[in-house]
């Protein structure tokens, strides 16, 4: 199984300032405490639905707080995918470059979108799986027609894992939610650690299968890692024909100790 890293290195330089004649020669400036603390600025969690062999799945993005979090995740879906998305996860996206939001509105449980070019159907896919991750949003209008994600079926996995998305901060135990269309509703899951060992495995039961697409949300057992790394969660099914994994999905997270 091919082991995914993310390291985040940072680098801080400071440079001193030649002081001004009759300044006191080589004397460092003594920085003035102002005695004020800066605030992190509050940041809000969002998903943007990429492509990944063919289907919708999502990806996690953590924007500036705001109460216009559609629009938000929409700018973020028409930035595309990171290079370690499309490096490591394989992530693309459909939609034309340059394409641009010209309006949104959510009302009565309705996202009226208004684009600046008529799109196919695998970026429509991900613009209406997008717009849709808000419980206020039961459909999305694009261009005067409207959609739900279950227009858009034969473009979602067999298992679309909501949460946690990849590259997500976990803890333990580790609570999976998102839908399934299986062969009577069962599918499997794996959780290896930081050293790549099985640490929980079992089945999965969602509300529906089968041909209808529905829900699950589970918890694995509690376990514990070595060091502080990249572990994964794996999805699938097995094969009634042979028993082989089939629709197998690995979702790399970041776990510590």
């Known amino acids: 199984m091919r082991r995914l890293a993310w390291v985040f290195v940072v680098l801080a330089v400071l440079s001193a300032g030649v002081l001004a004649a009759g300044c006191g020669g080589d004397e460092e400036a003594t920085p003035t405490d102002t005695g004020t603390e800066t605030t992190p600025a509050e940041t809000t969690a969002l998903k943007v639905y990429w492509l990944r062999d063919g289907k919708v799945w999502p990806a996690l993005r953590e924007v500036e707080d705001t109460n216009a979090v559609a629009a938000a995740s929409l700018d973020e879906l028409l930035a595309g995918p990171t290079a370690q998305e499309e490096a490591d996860l394989q992530f693309t996206t ?7 939001v010209e309006s949104i509105e959510v009302e009565d449980g309705v996202a009226r979108i208004e684009l600046s070019a008529a799109l196919p159907e695998e970026p429509l896919a991900q613009v209406v799986y997008t717009a849709s991750q808000f419980p206020s ?88 890692v070595p060091f502080d790394g990249i572990g994964a969660l794996m999805v699938f099914e097995l094969s009634a024909k042979d028993g082989s994994r089939i629709n197998l999905v690995e979702i790399p997270l970041k776990m510590s100790k």
Do not use: C, K, M
């Not at 459909?94 to 641009?100: F, K, L, M």
């Not at 027609?145 to 034969?154: G, H, L, M, Q």
């Not at 679309?160 to 399934?180: D, H, I, K, Q, Y």
């Open 137 to 224: 949003v039961e459909s999305v209008e694009v261009e005067g027609e409207s959609y739900t994600r279950a227009d858009f079926e034969d473009l979602t996995p067999a298992i679309l894992v909501e949460s946690p998305l990849a590259f997500e901060e976990v803890a333990s135990p580790l609570n999976v939610t998102g839908t399934a269309n299986t062969f009577e509703a069962t599918f499997n899951y794996e959780l290896t650690d930081t050293d790549g060992l099985i640490v929980d495995e079992n089945f999965v039961t969602a509300t529906s299968g089968t041909g209808t697409r529905g829900t699950f949300d589970f918890t694995t057992d509690a376990f514990t």
């Open 94 to 100: 459909a939609i034309p470059e340059g394409t641009q």
